[in-house]
């Protein structure tokens, strides 16, 4: 895996200001997320969607943490890296 550092030279992350009422959101929105996740029974046919909400929720805690640290992540390997 490549350094965050890598990722603000390619510019695939931006520094900007502050936004707790974003990091907020994508909070509320993870967990809304994971708890959706929770009522689903896992099944062969249904795995997929069970693993790609709880990739997205756990992104979105990540992003949370990027935007109160002053960082958008235009690309999910970044945001993975910080």
């Known amino acids: 895996m490549r350094d965050f550092k890598f990722f603000i030279q390619k510019k695939d992350v931006k520094k900007q200001s502050i936004d707790r009422n974003l990091a907020n959101s994508l909070v509320k929105d993870s967990f809304e997320r ?39 992540s235009y690309f999910h390997e970044a945001t993975i890296a910080k």
Request: hydrophobic share 40%; aromatic share 16%; net charge negative.
């Open 34 to 72: 994971f708890n959706y996740y929770k009522t689903l029974n896992l099944t062969e046919q249904n795995a997929k969607y069970v693993l790609e909400n709880v990739y997205e929720s756990l992104r979105e805690i990540a992003d949370a943490i990027l935007t109160l640290e002053g960082w958008k």
